[in-house]
C-alpha cells in the first residue's frame, strides 16, 4: 500500500502550509496526482538549497504520484522577486538554455522518467510563455488579479518596506507563475503546485486563477440573457459547471525554508554554494559538508535529506552524533552520487581523520609544474587550491597554524612550496583546518 504522502512531508519536517489539506488527501487517496515544483534556470547547477524540494518531489512519486518538474525557461528571463533585496542579473536565452540543459541531469539521479502514470517528466514554461500575446493574455488573465492584493504579498512587500528597487518585470512573475498553474492543469492535468512557504502567495493565485478563468465561468459569461433574465438553461449549466470545477480544485502545499541552527542558509557556507553537480563540487567535498553538520540540524536533516526511516534515525540519535553524521554524509552523497561514490568519500575522509592517511576522493588541483618548479608562495597556493578565498584570509590562516603540507605546519606566509615537497606518490597534501584537504598534483 503507498503512503500518505502528506502524512510523510509531516513527518519529515516537509510540510509548512496547504490550501485544502483535506480535500487534497482526499484527491490522494482516490488517484494518482501530478504535482509540479518550479525551478528557475539561473546557474549551471541546483545548489542544496534546492535540495528539499528535489526530495519532495522524490517522496511525491514512491508515494504512487506524479512529479512534475517545470523548468523556467521562461520566467528565468523575468526573476523572481521572493526573498531577494535587488533583481536578479538578466541572462541571455543561450545562458538560460545552456543552465537549464546542465540542470537536468541532477533530477535523473532522484526521479524516474518515462510516460507511465507515476513516471516523473520535466516541461519548460518557456513553451508557452515566448508564445504569448501581451495583449491578448492582460485581456484574459490580467484582468483577474487585484495590484491592492498583489501589493501585500510577502515578495513584494518586502521589496517596498526596504525601499528597494521592483522592476515592473518582476511585478509580473506571480501573474506569469499563476498562469504557469493554470497552463500545467490544461496540459498535464496537474492539481497540485508544490513550492517553499515564500512561494504561498504565488501559489494561491495559481489557484484562484484556475477558478476565475475555468470553462464554467465562460458558459455563464457568455450566456445569453433574455427580456434582462437569464435563461434557465444557462443558469442549470452554471451550477452544473460549477460542482464540476469543485471537483477539479487545484490545490498549493508549502514547505518551510531551511536554515541551520546558527541561522546560515541553507546551501551557502563560507566558500560558496554545494552545487549539486560532480564538476562544480566533488563527491567527496559533498559529502564533507553533510559531515560538519551541527549537532542541532542532524535528525531533521536525516529525516529531510535521506530515506532512512524515523525510527531508523531515532536509534542512530541514541548513540554516538559523529556516528549519525557520517551516515547522513554517506545516505545523502548516496542519493546524488550514487552509493560508489559516497561508500569511497567516507573512506576518503576515514583515511585521512582516523589514519592520517590520503583517501581516493580527496579533490585534485593540478598546477603547472614550471611554477612549481620555482616555488609558490604558501599563501598563493592556499588561494589556488580553493581552501582560502583571499590572500589575507590565506595569510590569517597561517599565522594561526592552520595550513598544513603533507599534515606539517606551515609556519610562514612566504614559505615556498616546489616540486621538492613532493611526495614519492606524486602529490603535496595541503590542508586547511582538520577537515579541508587537497592534492596538489604537477601538470
Known amino acids: 500500500m503507498a503512503k500518505d504522502f502528506i502524512q510523510v512531508c509531516r513527518d519529515r519536517g516537509y510540510f509548512n502550509q496547504c490550501t485544502d489539506e483535506d480535500g487534497l488527501r482526499a484527491l490522494m487517496t482516490a488517484q494518482a496526482v501530478p504535482a509540479y515544483i518550479g525551478f528557475d534556470c539561473t546557474a549551471k547547477s541546483l545548489h542544496v538549497g534546492s535540495l528539499m524540494q528535489i526530495m519532495i518531489l522524490r517522496w511525491l512519486q514512491k508515494c504512487d504520484h506524479k512529479p512534475i518538474v517545470l523548468m523556467g525557461g521562461g520566467t528565468t528571463k523575468v526573476g523572481d522577486p521572493s526573498g531577494k533585496d535587488e533583481s536578479r542579473k538578466m541572462l541571455t536565452e543561450d545562458d538560460i538554455n545552456a543552465n537549464l540543459n546542465s540542470i537536468k541531469c541532477v533530477f535523473e539521479k532522484f526521479l524516474t522518467f518515462g510516460d507511465g502514470p507515476t513516471d516523473a517528466i520535466m516541461v519548460n514554461n518557456a513553451d508557452w510563455l515566448d508564445k504569448l500575446n501581451y495583449i491578448e493574455f492582460l485581456r484574459d488573465y490580467g484582468r483577474h488579479f487585484s495590484v491592492n492584493r498583489m501589493l501585500t504579498m510577502d515578495s513584494v512587500k518586502q521589496r517596498l518596506e526596504r525601499e528597494s528597487h521592483l522592476s515592473f518585470l518582476e511585478f509580473n512573475y506571480m501573474v506569469l507563475q499563476a498562469y504557469d498553474f493554470v497552463e500545467l492543469n490544461q496540459r498535464l492535468g496537474c492539481r497540485l503546485q508544490i513550492g517553499g512557504s515564500d512561494q504561498w502567495g504565488n501559489i494561491v493565485m495559481g489557484t484562484e486563477l484556475h477558478k476565475r478563468t475555468s470553462e464554467y465561468r465562460k458558459t455563464f459569461e457568455d450566456g445569453f440573457v433574455e427580456g434582462g433574465i437569464l435563461a434557465e438553461n444557462v443558469i442549470a449549466s452554471y451550477n452544473q459547471q460549477l460542482e464540476y470545477n469543485d471537483r477539479q480544485s487545484l490545490f498549493g502545499l508549502t514547505s518551510p525554508l531551511i536554515t541551520t ?35 542541532a540540524d542532524v535528525q531533521r536533516f536525516l529525516l529531510m535529506f535521506t530515506e532512512l526511516e524515523p525510527a531508523q534515525i531515532e536509534t542512530l540519535l541514541a548513540g554516538n552524533i559523529n556516528d549519525a553524521k557520517k551516515v547522513l554524509a554517506t545516505e545523502a552523497t548516496a542519493l546524488l552520487h550514487g552509493r560508489a561514490e559516497a561508500e569511497q568519500a567516507a573512506e576518503t575522509a576515514r583515511a585521512i581523520f582516523e589514519q592520517g592517511g590520503v583517501g581516493g576522493a580527496m579533490p585534485e588541483v593540478l598546477v603547472n609544474k614550471s611554477e612549481l618548479d620555482a616555488g609558490i608562495p604558501a599563501f598563493k597556493l592556499l588561494v589556488t587550491a580553493n581552501l582560502a578565498t583571499s590572500g589575507g584570509e590565506a595569510r590569517r590562516l597561517i599565522k594561526g597554524n592552520g595550513a598544513k603540507m603533507n599534515d606539517a605546519a606551515i609556519t610562514a606566509e612566504d614559505q615556498l612550496i616546489s616540486l621538492r615537497d613532493m611526495t614519492a606518490d606524486g602529490y603535496i597534501k595541503l590542508s586547511a583546518g582538520k577537515k579541508k584537504h587537497v592534492l596538489i598534483k604537477a601538470a
Do not use: C, H, I
Not at 268 to 294: C, H, I, M
Open 261 to 295: 541552527s546558527s541561522g546560515a542558509k541553507m546551501g551557502k557556507t563560507a566558500n560558496g554554494a554545494v552545487w549539486l553537480d560532480a564538476d562544480l563540487l566533488s563527491p567527496y567535498d559533498y559529502w564533507q559538508f553533510w559531515r560538519n553538520t551541527e549537532d
